[in-house]
């Protein structure tokens, strides 16, 4: 009967080891994650904490978000071109999680659009800290150019 209670109490200790486990790496992943949005709100500390990792990178052609019907409907009516750049922070998952733009077209709707799509649309390799572990991280877009179908 001691026997039965003594291994029923270790599992039981195992188990909530585990648990342990799980709930610190969804905190340090959580973490991890709030430092990338702050350095891509700006956060000098939080930009520094992140320095070195590696940009995640599209997983496939970032063009093939932009479908046909992609063009904002304001900019569209409007007539509005133009070229955006996006800084994305992307989590470990390699999924958008923020977007940023570091470059305007000079129009909302097209600048808004931009982010709308990269986060409904893009799908990442994960950026990767100096260990080779997957870690959320910034991707540097090269710019989506607007262009009216004349």
Request: proline share 6%; hydrophobic share 45%; with cysteine.
């Amino acid at each position: 009967m001691i026997a039965v209670l003594a291994t029923c109490g270790l599992l039981m200790i195992a188990l909530m080891f585990l648990i342990g486990l799980a709930v610190q790496g969804r905190v340090e992943r959580y973490w991890d994650e709030r430092q990338v949005l702050k350095a891509l709100a700006g956060d000098e500390a939080a930009s520094a904490a992140i320095a070195g990792r590696r940009q995640p990178m599209p997983a496939g052609n970032p063009g093939q978000w932009f479908g046909p019907d992609s063009y904002p409907l304001d900019a569209l009516r409007s007539g509005e071109e133009g070229r955006v750049r996006v800084k994305v922070a992307i989590d470990s998952n390699g999924a958008p999680i923020g977007c940023h733009v570091a470059q305007s077209s000079g129009y909302p709707a097209l600048d808004d659009g931009t982010c709308n799509v990269v986060m409904a649309q893009g799908h990442f390799v994960p950026g990767a800290d100096r260990a080779g572990q997957a870690v959320a991280a910034i991707w540097e877009s090269p710019g989506v150019v607007w262009k009216l179908g004349k």
